[in-house]
């Protein structure tokens, strides 16, 4: 069942911070995220697997609810090379395993400008 | 993160020939290997599931038979498109897992004239 993502596309300047959504109607086992840049395959840029959990790196971080059913992606302090389209990758949490099926929500389109 | 190779990155070939995508994991094995399959400013939808040593599994309204895929081993699968036809053209990416996440191939960008 994909998870659905909001909002469809984000428009920036440089500097300003954006927060990414990803729902879905059932509780996860995992919630991944993922930058794709035009014409490349997307980038891993964290999982999340446990209720409450929050992790990021530089200033880019995530959290996932206590209800596993949904996660957000903060951008702080946009850069240039922000730009891209995000999708969060789901995996249910169905008697899964880290290495279950992996669905995509849609995608969010992130803009920075100058 | 894990590194997963795919190649070729881009392939043009002509309708009704045959074109074979390989994904390797080049620093751990993997056992479990995906396949998705991208429109243009679209999601990845994820085609099938490629076990190593076993048969593949496909999603619904996936032809297993116009796509074949192989996992021979924990660090090779491939995925051919046999019989190609224009509207099979895509971004095809293969995805292997590790326990730290999901790593993808630099993906197949395949064009059928």
């Known amino acids: 069942q994909q998870p659905v993502q909001s909002p469809q596309a984000v428009i920036l300047r440089e500097g300003e911070d954006a927060v990414i959504n990803c729902s879905s109607s059932?509780?996860?086992?995992?919630v991944h995220w993922y930058r794709q840049k035009h014409g490349e395959a997307p980038v891993f840029l964290m999982i999340?697997?446990?209720?409450?959990e929050q992790k990021g790196h530089e200033k880019i971080s995530a959290s996932f609810n206590e209800k596993k059913q949904q996660s957000s992606l903060y951008l702080t302090a946009s850069q240039l090379s922000y730009s891209g389209t995000y999708f969060c990758g789901t995996v249910l949490n169905a008697g899964g395993t880290s290495y279950g099926k992996l669905t995509f929500g849609q995608g969010t389109i992130l803009t920075v400008h100058p | 993160g894990a590194v997963v190779s795919q190649h070729p990155s881009w392939v043009i070939c002509k309708s009704g020939t045959s074109v074979k995508i390989e994904c390797r994991s080049l620093d751990f094995q993997a056992t479990t290997m995906f396949w998705y399959r991208q429109f243009p400013k679209q999601s990845l939808m994820l085609m099938a599931t490629s076990n190593e040593g076993s048969k593949a599994t496909y999603e619904q309204g996936v032809e297993k038979d116009k796509f074949l895929i192989n996992h021979a081993s924990l660090t090779l699968s491939t995925l051919t498109v046999t019989s190609a036809h224009p509207e099979d053209s895509s971004f095809y990416i293969c995805s292997a897992r590790d326990r730290f996440g999901a790593f993808f191939g630099q993906g197949t960008r395949l064009t059928v004239v």
């Open positions: 999340l697997l446990k209720g409450g």
């Open positions: 059932k509780a996860l086992y995992s």
